[in-house]
């Protein structure tokens, strides 16, 4: 976002290591190559705990975090979750204030970042509330193996990506996400999918 003027008080500029990832991200050659920058954001307990040991939404971060994730929401193109977080906590991930949401707006942009899901089976309730809640795009991204009547149910519902034969292949993912337009991307959770990029696997 640099040299772009910024109104809302909660918004951070990039930094110059993120913009030059960003930049990179984008420039390795051809088409099959592009994929966002992708960042993820996790709120930890000091002894390095996400949830509890159900697997529950627990209370961790407070007020001027959530502000801070807000504002993160805002500026990202789109939000990627696991369906496990979808099933446990059920996030509608929308930004949270009118000032950033309006800010977003001012851009041309939609209220909210496009909202993704990794749901290999297509399990994901069709009244979630990423499905309902907000303005903007939703995209769910499933397996081949999918069961075909599960995936009808929810494409009336999001756009729905068949990526992966028996998991979602999230390389194939982000070079999808990128052909939408996708250039930064926050990732919120939970524990398997943050793994999983952070391993650098696809599946
Ligand atoms: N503290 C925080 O910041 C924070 C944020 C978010 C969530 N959480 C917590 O995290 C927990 C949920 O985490 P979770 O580990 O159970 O679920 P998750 O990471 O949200 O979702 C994992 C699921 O995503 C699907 N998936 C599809 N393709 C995948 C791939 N390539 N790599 C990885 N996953 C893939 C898999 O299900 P299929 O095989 O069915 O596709 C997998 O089981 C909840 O307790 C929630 O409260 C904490």
Redesign the pocket.
């Known amino acids: 976002m640099s040299g772009v003027r910024l109104n809302a008080p909660m918004l951070r500029r990039e930094t110059a290591a993120e913009g030059k990832m960003r930049r990179e991200s984008g420039s390795l050659g051809g088409e099959e190559w592009k994929k966002p920058f992708v960042f993820i954001?996790?709120?930890?307990s000091a002894d390095g705990k996400?949830?509890t040991k159900e697997?529950?939404?627990t209370r961790?971060s407070g007020e001027e975090d959530f502000k801070r994730v807000d504002a993160l929401r805002a500026e990202s193109d789109a939000i990627l979750?696991?369906?496990?977080?979808v099933l446990?906590?059920n996030p509608s991930l929308t930004v949270k204030s009118d000032a950033l949401r309006k800010w977003r707006k001012m851009q041309g942009k939609d209220e909210n970042p496009m909202r993704v899901v990794?749901?290999?089976?297509a399990?994901t309730p069709e009244n979630a509330d990423f499905l309902v809640k907000g303005e903007g795009k939703r995209l769910i991204a499933v397996?081949e193996n999918a069961p075909a009547e599960r995936v009808e149910r929810l494409r009336r519902k999001a756009e729905v990506l068949v990526c992966g034969v028996e998991?979602?292949?999230?390389r194939s993912l982000m070079r999808e996400l990128w052909r939408r337009g996708v250039r930064k991307l926050m990732v919120?959770?939970?524990?398997?999918?943050?793994w999983?990029l952070t391993l650098g696997?696809?599946?």
Do not use: F, P
Not at 41 to 44: E, H, Q
Not at 81 to 85: A, D, F, I, N
């Open positions: 954001n996790v709120a930890m996400i949830a697997r529950r939404q961790i979750v696991g369906v496990g977080t446990a906590d990794v749901d290999s089976k399990r397996a998991r979602v292949n999230l919120e959770g939970g524990a398997t999918l943050n999983s696997r696809s599946r």
